[in-house]
């Protein structure tokens, strides 16, 4: 399961803030674009 402070989050995370690549581009792996989503949802507000 990943969490907010795994690698692999943040740089997906990365990714997405930087235009790179989109939510969509997360694959549906165990949690991983659910916590990415999470992330980007706190970096809004």
């Known amino acids: ?3 907010e402070e ?3 989050v943040k740089d ?3 990714l997405i803030v930087n235009n790179l690549k989109t939510i969509d581009d997360v694959p549906n792996f165990q ?3 659910e ?3 999470n992330v980007l949802d706190k970096k809004v507000v």
């Open 35 to 37: 916590v990415v989503r």
């Open 1 to 3: 399961m990943f969490t």
């Open 31 to 33: 949690n991983l674009k």
């Open 6 to 8: 795994s690698k692999l």
């Open 12 to 14: 997906y995370v990365l």
